[in-house]
C-alpha cells in the first residue's frame, strides 16, 4: 500500500537549520509530485510548494521561498525538505503529501512535529 | 491568491442527520475544488476531488457539488466516526491554497 513515512519530532535551536524527510514506498515514486504543507496545531493547513522527483522542478509559495528548500533523491525515493533559519513561527507539524497532475493530495504522511526552542 | 471561505467554521449535529458544509472561492476555479477530512491527531484524508468525484474507499454518504465559486461537501445521516474536521483545497492556481476549516462536532 501507498505510504509516506515522515521523520519524527525534532527539537532545534533558533536561528539553525533543519532537513525533513519522507520516504515513500509502495508507487512509483518519479510518477507523483510530492508538497509539503504546514500546521499549526488546531489550526488550518498551508502550502509550502512542491516538487517534482522526475525532473526536480519545484513550485513554491511566495511566503516560503526563503523558508524551505524542496529536494528529491530518487536513488532512495525520498523528498527532503530543509527548513533554514529556524524561528518560533516555525515550531508546528509539517506534512509531506502526493499528487497525481493537478495537485490533489491522495496520500499524506504522518506529520513531522518541529520545536524550535533555546 | 485565491482565498477559500468555508462556513460555517462549527457545525454541531447529532448522528443521522444529514449536513452540507460550504466553501466559497474568491475567484472562479471550475471544479478544482478537493475536500479532506482531518482527525484529531492524524493526517488529513482525501475525501472527494474535483468537486463531486468519488474516492475509493470513501463511505457513500460523502458527496461533493458545485462549480465556479460555491462548493458543498454533503453528510449523508452521519455517523459517530464523522465528528472531525474538513478542509477544502483548490488546485486551479499555484499557490495551492486551503479554505480554514468547518469542525463537526456533536450536538
Known amino acids: 500500500q501507498v505510504r509516506l513515512q515522515q521523520s519524527g519530532t525534532e527539537l532545534v535551536k533558533p536561528g539553525s537549520s533543519l532537513k525533513l524527510s519522507c520516504k515513500a514506498s509502495g508507487y512509483t515514486f518519479t510518477d507523483y509530485a510530492m508538497h509539503w504543507v504546514k500546521q499549526r496545531p488546531g489550526q488550518g493547513l498551508e502550502w509550502i510548494g512542491f516538487?517534482?522527483?522526475?525532473?526536480?522542478?519545484?513550485g513554491y509559495n511566495q511566503k516560503f521561498k526563503d523558508k524551505a528548500t524542496l529536494t528529491v533523491d530518487t536513488s532512495s525515493n525520498t523528498a527532503y525538505m530543509e527548513l533554514s533559519r529556524l524561528t518560533s513561527d516555525d515550531s508546528v507539524v509539517y506534512y509531506c503529501a502526493r499528487s497525481v497532475g493537478q495537485g490533489v493530495m491522495d496520500a499524506w504522511g504522518q506529520g513531522a512535529s518541529v520545536t524550535v526552542s533555546s | 491568491d485565491i482565498v477559500l471561505t468555508q462556513s460555517p467554521a462549527t457545525l454541531s449535529v447529532t448522528p443521522g442527520e444529514s449536513v452540507s458544509l460550504s466553501c466559497r472561492a474568491s475567484q472562479g476555479i471550475s471544479t478544482s475544488i478537493h475536500w479532506y477530512q482531518q482527525k484529531s491527531n492524524e493526517s488529513p484524508r482525501l475525501l472527494i476531488k474535483f468537486a463531486s468525484q468519488s474516492i475509493s474507499g470513501i463511505p457513500s454518504r460523502f458527496s461533493g457539488s458545485g462549480s465556479g465559486t460555491d462548493f458543498t461537501l454533503s453528510i449523508n445521516r452521519v455517523e459517530s466516526e464523522d465528528f472531525s474536521v474538513y478542509f477544502c483545497q483548490q488546485s486551479y492556481n499555484l499557490p495551492r491554497t486551503f479554505g480554514g476549516g468547518t469542525k463537526l462536532e456533536l450536538k
Open positions: 516538487i517534482l522527483p522526475w525532473n526536480g522542478v519545484t
